[in-house]
């Protein structure tokens, strides 16, 4: 399985998979990323052609977003797809997370 992450400013886009293979890119272009941007800056990520998230993708989308708020920046995830919504609602990940 493959994801691919294309990024355009603060905007990135997944397609694919988000999986134990493909978590530790995502991990590193997301860190990256939040990095770089500034105090009160929001990224954005939609995930409208994500076929699939396991819990590694799962706990990347959290670090990612506990990377941003310790750098007051703000990690939304965009154009969820049923299934991801679903898996977010049952984990409870969807009161931690910032939805869109």
């Known amino acids: 399985m493959s994801l691919a992450i294309t990024v355009h400013g603060s905007n990135v886009r997944l397609a694919g998979t988000v999986d134990v293979k493909t978590a530790p890119a995502l991990r590193a ?14 990224l954005r990520v ?4 994500v076929s699939l998230v396991d819990s590694s993708g799962l706990s990347t989308l959290v670090g990612a977003h506990r990377l941003a708020a310790a750098k007051d920046a703000r990690l939304l995830l965009t154009g969820l797809p049923d299934h991801v919504t679903r898996m977010l609602s049952v984990t409870g990940l969807d009161e931690l997370l910032d939805l869109a």
């Open 29 to 42: 272009e997301l860190t990256e990323l939040i990095n770089a941007a500034g105090q009160g800056a929001e």
């Open 46 to 49: 939609d995930l409208g052609e």
